[in-house]
């Protein structure tokens, strides 16, 4: 399996594949200055799940958006997720980036009752730290400034 997605991935490299679609309005939040990030980090990428969190939560305080330290029950949250393949001797990596907006409602039980994304902000292809990081860092920005868009009536006009 892991041959047959390098096969697939040999001629990419990391592209992305923004659907330039409005962002959804379950964005919009009484206090948009703050934010919950979710961060996942397979093992085989070449960064700390630490790394990740300081790159993205840097680009939210840029955008003057603070980090929350914890999530709350139907808030959107700022979801991304970073998951690689090393192959043998490769100093790139097979890497898929997806950064969206995830919220999910739950009723006065703690129930999950429906989970909502927006469009996902994603790149798939194979690269090295440095480019990893570069599209990291667009993606993330692209989320961010349509977070800001629908929370501060930034349309285009």
Same mark, same amino acid.
């Given at each position: 399996?892991?041959?047959?997605?390098?096969?697939?991935?040999?001629?990419? $490299?990391?592209?992305? %594949?923004?659907?330039?679609? !409005?962002?959804?309005?379950? +964005? =919009? #939040?009484?206090?948009?200055?703050?934010?919950?990030?979710?961060?996942? $980090?397979?093992?085989? %990428?070449?960064?700390?799940? !630490?790394?990740?969190?300081? +790159? =993205? #939560?840097?680009?939210?305080?840029?955008?003057?958006?603070?980090?929350?330290?914890?999530?709350?029950?139907?808030?959107?949250?700022?979801?991304?997720?970073?998951?690689?393949?090393?192959?043998?001797?490769?100093?790139?990596?097979?890497?898929?980036?997806?950064?969206?907006?995830?919220?999910?409602?739950?009723?006065?039980?703690?129930?999950?009752?429906?989970?909502?994304?927006?469009?996902?902000?994603?790149?798939?292809?194979?690269?090295?730290?440095?480019?990893?990081?570069?599209?990291?860092?667009?993606?993330?920005?692209?989320?961010?400034?349509?977070?800001?868009?629908?929370?501060?009536?930034?349309?285009?006009?």
């Amino acid at each position: 399996m892991r041959k047959f997605f390098v096969g697939v991935l040999t001629g990419l $490299v990391l592209v992305p %594949c923004l659907v330039e679609a !409005e962002p959804s309005n379950f +964005l =919009v #939040k009484n206090d948009p200055e703050t934010l919950f990030a979710g961060i996942a $980090v397979e093992d085989e %990428c070449p960064f700390s799940l !630490e790394e990740v969190d300081h +790159l =993205v #939560k840097g680009i939210m305080i840029r955008s003057r958006i603070e980090p929350a330290a914890s999530w709350k029950p139907n808030e959107p949250i700022l979801d991304v997720d970073l998951q690689c393949v090393k192959q043998d001797d490769w100093v790139k990596r097979v890497v898929s980036l997806n950064v969206q907006f995830i919220k999910v409602d739950v009723d006065d039980e703690g129930e999950a009752l429906i989970t909502h994304t927006t469009k996902a902000y994603s790149a798939l292809g194979i690269g090295d730290k440095p480019y990893i990081t570069q599209n990291l860092q667009h993606l993330t920005q692209k989320a961010i400034a349509d977070y800001l868009k629908v929370n501060h009536d930034l349309t285009d006009n």
